[in-house]
Nanobody, 123 residues
């Protein structure tokens, strides 16, 4: 499966963005999906994950209550709605596909990755 992220940009603290990740080339509904992020000088970290059917979700503690992951298996797209953004949310955001699990927080569980979309939150 090929993944292409979009929706990043520059936003002021307290603002919102909605990231999208469009999948092609394989059966999207057979993959659990995740979002990760990487800030300059830091390791890639888990943000959120959603199961194949979209029923089960998981979030990193630092985004609970602010971010929402969802998916549309008809449109082959996974979304990340980000509200109440903070400067520390500034990072390159990646979506990833997991063919064998249910939506892990571990980056090594994901076989396919997109190129990322930049999110910058100004104070």
């Amino acid at each position: 499966v090929q993944l292409v992220e979009s929706g990043g940009g520059l936003v002021q603290a307290g603002g919102s963005l909605r990231l999208s990740c469009a999948a092609s080339g394989s059966t999207f509904s057979s993959y659990a999906m995740g979002w990760f992020r990487q800030a300059p000088g830091k390791e890639r970290e888990f943000v959120a994950a959603v199961s194949r059917g979209g029923i089960t979700t998981d979030y990193a503690n630092f985004v609970k209550g602010r971010f929402t992951i969802s998916r549309d298996n008809v449109k082959n797209t996974v979304f990340l709605q980000m509200n109440s953004l903070k400067p520390e949310d500034t990072a390159l955001y990646y979506c990833a596909a997991d063919a064998y699990g249910s939506g892990s927080s571990r980056a090594y569980a994901y076989e396919e990755w997109g190129q990322g979309t930049q999110v910058t939150v100004s104070s």
